[in-house]
T-cell receptor, first 115, second 113 residues
């Protein structure tokens, strides 16, 4: 099975721009979650989608948004980029959708640099 | 709010020694505790997990213990090898939290030959 695929892998933006990141989960996985990884803040939960519905949202401003499509692929968008948004954005998929969480399978991430 | 504290932030051991990483969680409703290993430039990967109805779990050289009363859980690695060098993250998930993991800040483990 192919793993979790994230695109693009690297991107550079300037302050005020917006960015869209894409994630294709492992085939059959219906849960997709997003995490921001920075050296200072570690891994922070952004949001999680299951069957096109956002089930959980982390403590990030409204500039961060996401969505999931019927084929379980997900996108996240960051508008009005700030320098502090520079980070590795990790997508993870899970085969489990019920309340008992299981293993998350992470993608390699999209590294965003904001200048 | 939900919080997971992880100690130490860095750990240096000699090959063959044991390594212990400790985490404390704040949400008493947490019921699932995974540990992820992230090698340099790689994605995090699950190495072991434990649920709140179990006190200890082992998988070869790795073990995890959970003390629900104290809200502590720990990762134990025995007979460390250089390939164990990585950053280790603990995490906690609240009941009904689905796949929302609250991660600790990470422990950078260095195993010296």
């Amino acid at each position: 099975k192919a793993g979790v695929t994230q695109t693009p892998r690297y991107l550079i933006k300037t302050r005020g721009q917006q960015v869209t990141l894409s994630c294709s989960p492992i085939s059959g996985h219906r849960s997709v979650s997003w995490y921001q990884q920075t050296p200072g803040q570690g891994l922070q939960f952004l949001f999680e989608y299951f069957s096109e519905t956002q089930r959980n949202k982390g403590n990030f401003p409204g500039r961060f948004s996401g969505r999931q499509f019927s084929n379980s692929r997900s996108e996240m968008n960051v508008s009005t980029l700030e320098l502090g948004d520079s980070a590795l954005y990790l997508c993870a998929s899970s085969p489990r959708g019920e309340k008992n969480t299981g293993e998350l399978f992470f993608g390699e991430g999209s590294r965003l640099t904001v200048l | 709010g939900e919080n997971v504290e992880q100690h130490p932030s860095t750990l240096s051991v000699q090959e063959g020694d044991s390594a212990v990483i400790k985490c404390t969680y704040s949400d008493s409703a947490s019921n699932y505790f995974p540990w992820y290993k992230q090698e340099l430039g790689k994605r995090p990967q699950l190495i072991i997990d434990i649920r709140s109805n179990v006190g200890e779990k082992k998988d070869q050289r790795i073990a995890v213990t959970l003390n629900k009363t104290a809200k502590h859980f720990s990762l134990h690695i025995t007979e460390t090898q250089p390939e164990d060098s990585a950053v280790y993250f603990c995490a906690a998930v609240s009941s009904g939290g689905y796949n929302k993991l609250i991660f600790g800040a990470g422990t950078r483990l260095a195993v010296h030959p």
